[in-house]
């Protein structure tokens, strides 16, 4: 409405100020020779001998048609449409409410800062006209929020490759140890080299609590590496969309993390 006006703010009117300054009863309210300016919902032109107030406590018009009984100012863009609204484009589409979340704004500033600024283009006829502005800002907080509302499980977030933190999270059973801390200091190193976003989880805490947390965290790729497996030179490679797991050969496995990544 406001944008259909063109008014800086606009707020309901309270009924004792409709009553004081209109003296029109509120519940009985139509515009029907309505002495005021009259704004419509486009919607209401395909409308045939519809029910309106008559201005008058306990009283309605019925039969109302628009062009006939009614003298609309202008017509625009108004009404909220509602969950079982019917399609515009179909006979058996009904339109359905979803919850969303915002990720950017898009704002029509029009002439206001460019008037302001004397920011003009000449027209056709040399003219200065001030340019019609506009800006969008994307967040990335709130484009990280809608990533995680649609990837995720009971177990927490999973993160698409494109947006994660890191693509790889090296997991030791046991950091103490220090072959399994030279391995997986190795493979990490390895990884950084290749351009593999990689974080080492070199907490003293039990595996099963650094198992957990990877999973809440959501990072793409787990390397899990223990002492039994590394002896038989091997470590686990674990996919966390899919929690699929498998035991690979290592040092080999190291140079085909990127094909892998690609693949997620």
Known sequence: MKNLIG??????????????????????????????????????????????????????????????????????????????????RCDDGKYQVKRGIEVGHIFILGTKYSEAMKAVYLDSNGKEIPMVMGCYGIGVGRTAAASIEQNHDDKGIIWPRSLAPFEVIIIPVNFKNDDLKNTCESIYTQLKEMGVEVILDDRQDRLGGKLKDADLIGIPLQIIVGPKNLEEGKVEIKIRKTQESQLHPYPQIVNDIPNILKDL
């Not at 309505?34 to 919902?41: E, N, S």
């Not at 395909?46 to 309106?52: I, M």
């Not at 909220?80 to 019917?86: E, F, N, Q, S, T």
């Open 7 to 88: 008014c800086e703010w606009l707020l309901p009117a309270a009924a004792k100020t409709i009553d004081q300054q209109l003296g029109l009863p509120c519940g009985y309210i139509g515009p029907v020779g309505l002495d005021i300016p009259v704004y419509a919902d486009q919607g209401i032109t395909a409308l045939q001998n519809f029910v309106t107030g008559a201005n008058k406590a306990d009283t309605h018009f019925t039969g109302v048609q628009v062009e006939r009984d009614l003298k609309i100012n202008k017509f625009g863009d108004l009404r909220r449409v509602l969950a079982g609204d019917p399609c515009p």
